[in-house]
């Protein structure tokens, strides 16, 4: 399996920080993003795509430098100030042809999570039922033990939500192939999980007027994507300096 760290951003919210987000420290010495590596090889994920977008050749020489045990693919988003990261992903398409681990860069998380995510048999995101609704992150809509819809602006029946995923091949074919679809038509300022919401919608349709059509595992051609319950366990994005205090105080829990 193959992990993808989306770090394409350019962290505007973060104030001036003159480097990537991913590269701020949440403790001395410790990055965002050296943490991440550090928690995926310890879990046995050695190669890694990482998008990239302002001080793409700091990131890179930091992460070589740091990790030589890990073999890295490095796609640029030339244009990281006009797209969002579905383009990012539409850029790396060729490296990301099988199962996947799809992280945010900006995303801080505890290793026993992570490992319930890789040993999770189905894909999965992690949701976390212990947590009220964020106003600013991503929340997910769960249907018959299924998430059918995540983003920003849900409220109604949703659940908090963070964007640390395992795709398996089959589920997230149909959903790069829609993010493909929707960035050659133009699309390249929306999230990825527009894309995703989009599959799932036309699935429903064609449920709904062929009701002879039954099964799962994509035979509907619908993305089935499990929850993945972290119970309390840490995993949220670092959006601006509240998060990051936030973030500095919990790092000692974080930090197994």
């Known amino acids: ?14 104030g001036d920080i003159k480097t990537c987000k991913c590269m701020v420290e949440i403790t001395p010495g410790k990055t965002i993003i050296g943490e991440q590596i550090r ?4 879990c046995g994920i050695t190669r890694i795509c990482v998008t990239t977008g302002p001080y793409a050749e700091i990131l890179e ?6 990790h030589p045990e890990v073999h890295f693919e490095f796609i640029h988003n030339p244009l990281y100030n006009e797209t969002n990261y579905i383009y990012s992903i539409f850029l ?16 801080v998380f505890e290793t026993a999570l992570l490992r319930e995510v890789l040993s999770f048999s189905r894909s999965c995101m992690v949701i976390d039922t212990t947590k009220p609704l964020p106003d600013k992150d991503f929340k997910a809509v769960i249907k018959d033990g299924i998430i059918t819809s995540i983003g920003v602006n849900f409220f109604e029946s949703a659940v908090y939500a963070q964007p640390l995923y395992k795709l398996l091949w089959p589920d997230w074919r149909l959903w790069l192939d829609e993010v493909i679809r929707l960035c050659k038509m133009g699309n390249t300022g929306i999230y990825a999980e527009n894309a995703l919401n989009a599959v799932n919608n036309d699935a429903n349709t064609h449920l709904n007027n062929n009701s002879n059509v039954c099964g799962n595992s994509n035979t509907n051609n619908k993305i089935n994507i499990f929850p993945l319950d972290a119970r309390g366990q840490i995993c949220f994005e670092i959006d601006n300096a509240d998060d990051l205090a936030y973030a ?9």
Request: proline share 0%.
């Open 248 to 256: 500095r105080d919990v790092y000692k829990k974080c930090n197994s």
């Open 92 to 107: 790396a398409r060729a490296q990301l042809q099988e199962d996947i681990l799809l992280i945010h860069g900006d995303l």
């Open 61 to 66: 020489t930091y992460l070589h430098n740091q």
């Open 1 to 14: 399996m193959k992990a993808l760290i989306l770090n394409s951003g350019t962290g505007s919210r973060m």
């Open 39 to 42: 928690r995926l090889t310890q």
